[in-house]
C-alpha cells in the first residue's frame, strides 16, 4: 500500500493557460474521488468514477473542468483557460468498495493562478 | 443539502491538555463519518472512521463519538502534545448519497510547548 500519489505537488499558471493533474489511487481502490479546498475551508466534492465510469459531478464543475480515468487505473484532472478563481488546492482520494468505505487522500496539488 | 459545522474554528491550549473538538450536521441520515487531520499545505490523514450504527472509536489517545440522533460527533484527545498541532476535519457520508463525504470548515488545534 503506497498510498494515493498526486503529481505534481505545486502549479503555478498564468490566467488563460490550460492545466492538467495526475492522481494514482491505492492500487486495489475502485473508488476515486476529486475535491477542491480552499484556505480556511473544508473540501468540496468535485467529481467521483467507480472503475473508469464518472458517475457523478459537481455543479462546482464548469464545463472548462474535465475529468478522466482511463482502465480504471490513474485519473487526470484538466482545467482548460484558468481563472484566477481556480486557485484552490485540489485533492484526489480513492477508496474500497466496502462495508466502511474509508476515504484515503492524496497529498494534493496546489494550483495558483496568476 | 447535508451542511457540517465545527466548532471552534481555531483552538489554543498548553500541552498535557484533554480537549475535545466538535463536528455537527444538519440530516442525520448518514452512513459514516470520519476525522481527519490536515497540516499546513498538505492533504487529509485519516484518524477515525464511525460506522452510523457505532457510538464510538478509539486509537491512541484519540476517541471519537457519534450521536447520530442529535447530528453531533465529537473528537477527544487526550494528553494534547505539540506534535498535535493540525486542523481537524470531520466529513458525513449521507445515506442518500454515497457518492459524497460532506466536510466541516476544520478546527485548528496549537499546543503550545
Known amino acids: 500500500d503506497t498510498g494515493v500519489s498526486q503529481d505534481p505537488r505545486h502549479k503555478i499558471t498564468k490566467r488563460g493557460q490550460n492545466v492538467t493533474f495526475r492522481c494514482d489511487p491505492i492500487?486495489?481502490?475502485?473508488?476515486l474521488y476529486w475535491y477542491r479546498q480552499t484556505l480556511g475551508q473544508g473540501p468540496e466534492f468535485l467529481t467521483y468514477?467507480?472503475?473508469?465510469?464518472?458517475?457523478?459531478k459537481s455543479r462546482l464543475l464548469s464545463d472548462r473542468f474535465s475529468a478522466e480515468r482511463p482502465k480504471g487505473s490513474f485519473s487526470t484532472l484538466e482545467i482548460q483557460r484558468t481563472e484566477q478563481g481556480d486557485s484552490a488546492m485540489y485533492l484526489c482520494?480513492?477508496?474500497?468498495?466496502?462495508?466502511?468505505?474509508?476515504?484515503?487522500f492524496g497529498s494534493g496539488t496546489q494550483l495558483s493562478v496568476l | 443539502k447535508q451542511e457540517v459545522t465545527q466548532i471552534p474554528a481555531a483552538l489554543s491550549v498548553p500541552e498535557g491538555e484533554n480537549l475535545v473538538l466538535n463536528c455537527s450536521f444538519t440530516?442525520?441520515?448518514?452512513?459514516?463519518l470520519q476525522w481527519f487531520r490536515q497540516d499546513p499545505g498538505k492533504g487529509l490523514t485519516s484518524l477515525l472512521l464511525?460506522?452510523?450504527?457505532?457510538r464510538e472509536q478509539t486509537s491512541g489517545r484519540l476517541n471519537a463519538s457519534l450521536d447520530k440522533s442529535s447530528g453531533r460527533s465529537t473528537l477527544y484527545i487526550a494528553a494534547s502534545q505539540p506534535g498535535d498541532s493540525a486542523t481537524y476535519l470531520c466529513?458525513?457520508?449521507?445515506?442518500?448519497?454515497?457518492?459524497?463525504?460532506?466536510f466541516g470548515s476544520g478546527t485548528k488545534l496549537n499546543v503550545k510547548p
Open positions: 482520494a480513492s477508496s474500497f468498495r466496502d462495508r466502511k468505505e474509508k476515504l484515503f
Open positions: 492500487s486495489e481502490h475502485n473508488r
Open positions: 468514477f467507480q472503475n473508469e465510469a464518472q458517475l457523478e
Open positions: 440530516d442525520s441520515a448518514i452512513y459514516n
Open positions: 464511525i460506522q452510523s450504527s457505532q
Open positions: 466529513a458525513v457520508r449521507p445515506e442518500y448519497n454515497f457518492n459524497k463525504f460532506y
